[in-house]
């Protein structure tokens, strides 16, 4: 009786400092009617399915005895689906056209699931029955503010019911044949144009909205679906979403696409103020920086801009012409309000040239760029390198807070750790040339000595500026330099971690503290740990995996 006289909340506090499993839940909901309340809130709140399946006899047959069991409680208890926030529903292989028995999952009692889930408010989809469901139901989830799809835009199957989605993220399949060449749905604007119809007829409130094109296959005995439908110009430009701040097209742009782009961002410019875009995965020629000129023209109040590459793989290939020269005039003499930018392949190394275009950005505060790094007789020159970044550090604006600097050369080898002793050494100058700089990273993305690249750059330092132990001095600064110190990273780094005191003209905040804490002996080399210049820490990330042993003890 005790227990439930007591708010959920602070039963809900109790047991989330007992840190409790999902037996341990099970047995507690069984106790009384307030922590049965609590623990299937805490279980049901955010369920996520990852379908595995078997393939054998020429058939295809789902992993999904838990997945079945766990839909057949949903759709049979409205009080349990009533607690679901969070829905991630995905297979194993999304990278082909799914069999039958994928597509069917949940056709049955798909619709009394979606019914019984009125609270959801963020859900991730693939293409099956039980998301047939939920968009034929999707104007009654009053709270969903964020959605992702990966599924074929058909407008059919939507309706125009207005819903309040605030964020769309819609990964349009573009299918063909093992052989490359059998084509369905095309990778160009037309096709990302169905995804962002649908959007305005539906979703009219959103404020985010990231359209991307995404390649998969068609397995041997599986059908494509029949391409999508050509959208007519006037069609094409009578799609307004009129709360639009961001937007995002990974895909390709063919023939008049770039016109048809432009226009959209043209009849969304009152708001926008984060583009990310492809610029057509063309070399950057003056046709394509005029291109951008106008993209970022066209958007007064563009506070992000992040040109895409084409394919991680081999993003550096993409652009290989200096078009950074005079004749090139820069996107900041049409805007000098972006805060950030990002593009990781300029087509030529780093130089006082190229900081000068950046030199009217008196807003930027995060820059991520990319350049290539000359070598020579398959060793990489960051010796040379180091007075043309320095050159091209000295001419970028003092308002830069985070600069990520990547150098790529897939034909250089660095057989000696001390080879990029040079580009360390001219991390503290980095600092003092910069007063409001406080995270800067320099990764060398150069091949190890079997030839190949990995998922981590093979060699970097990542750099954070702190306080010194004399507080009141703030011309003296802390630099926490986390260096790569190994010439074979694979599937794990090593990580060496020196402090440097800095004296220089140093303003603006401080770095919250040393990367991942300054006592990591090793960093995991997994594809999910890497992304868009930054390391990130995935589902499995355990610090105490790679922690430093030798650490000393603190005072």
Request: glycine share 6%; proline share 5%; with cysteine.
């Amino acid at each position: 009786m005790a227990l439930n006289s007591l708010p959920n909340e602070l039963v809900y506090n109790i047991l989330s400092y007992l840190d409790c499993d999902r037996k341990d839940l099970l047995n507690y909901s069984l106790v009384c009617h307030n922590l049965w309340d609590v623990a299937t809130a805490i279980l049901y709140s955010d369920i996520k399915f990852k379908i595995d399946f078997n393939w054998h006899d020429d058939e295809w047959d789902i992993k999904k005895e838990k997945v079945v069991i766990l839909l057949d409680v949903l759709a049979s208890n409205p009080n349990l689906g009533a607690k679901v926030r969070i829905l991630d529903l995905r297979f194993k292989y999304e990278d082909a056209r799914l069999p039958d028995v994928h597509l069917n999952l949940g056709e049955e009692n798909g619709g009394q699931i979606a019914r019984n889930m009125p609270f959801l408010t963020k859900a991730s989809l693939s293409q099956c029955g039980l998301t047939r469901h939920i968009i034929a139901n999707i104007s009654s989830f009053s709270q969903l503010t964020e959605l992702e799809l990966r599924i074929t835009p058909e407008s059919s199957q939507w309706g125009d019911k207005h819903t309040a989605l605030k964020k769309l993220s819609w990964q349009v399949p573009c299918y063909h044949g093992q052989d490359a060449m059998t084509t369905t749905t095309t990778n160009c604007w037309n096709t990302a144009v169905h995804a962002t119809k649908i959007a305005g007829a539906v979703f009219p409130q959103v404020t985010e909205l990231d359209v991307t094109n995404v390649s998969k296959f068609v397995w041997p005995g599986t059908e494509a679906p029949p391409p999508l439908s050509e959208v007519g110009k006037e069609d094409m430009q009578n799609i307004l979403l009129p709360q639009l701040c961001s937007f995002r097209y990974q895909g390709e742009v063919v023939g008049e696409d770039s016109e048809s782009i432009l226009h959209f961002i043209r009849r969304h410019h009152s708001l926008l103020t984060s583009l990310t875009l492809s610029f057509g995965w063309k070399p950057l020629d003056q046709k394509t920086m005029h291109y951008m000129q106008q993209v970022i023209a066209a958007v007064p109040k563009l506070k992000s801009l992040t040109a895409l590459q084409r394919y991680e793989g081999n993003r550096w290939q993409s652009h290989k012409l200096p078009v950074w020269s005079d004749s090139a005039p820069s996107p900041a003499s049409t805007k000098k309000g972006i805060e950030i930018f990002e593009m990781w392949d300029i087509g030529c190394p780093l130089s006082a040239e190229v900081g000068k275009f950046f030199s009217g950005w008196n807003n930027l505060r995060v820059l991520k760029i990319g350049a290539p790094q000359p070598g020579e007789d398959g060793r990489p020159l960051f010796e040379e390198a180091v007075p043309n970044i320095l050159g091209f550090v000295r001419n970028l604006p003092d308002s830069i807070e985070e600069m990520y600097i990547e150098l790529e050369n897939s034909d250089a080898v660095c057989d000696e750790d001390e080879d990029f002793d040079p580009i360390q050494v001219l991390v503290p100058k980095i600092f003092k040339a910069m007063p409001r700089l406080h995270k800067l990273d320099i990764n060398a993305w150069i091949a190890d000595i079997d030839r190949t690249t990995g998922y981590l750059p093979e060699k970097g330092v990542i750099c954070r500026r702190r306080p010194s132990e004399d507080a009141e001095n703030k011309q003296k600064k802390v630099i926490w330099i986390s260096r790569f110190d190994c010439v074979y990273q694979e599937d794990y780094a090593g990580v060496m971690n020196s402090p440097v005191v800095v004296e220089g003209n140093f303003e603006g905040k401080d770095a919250d503290g040393p990367w991942l804490g300054g006592n990591m002996s090793g960093l995991s080399g997994k594809s999910k740990h890497w992304a868009n210049g930054e390391y990130l820490k995935g589902e499995d990330y355990d610090i105490e995996d790679y922690r430093d042993s030798d650490d000393e003890d603190e005072d």
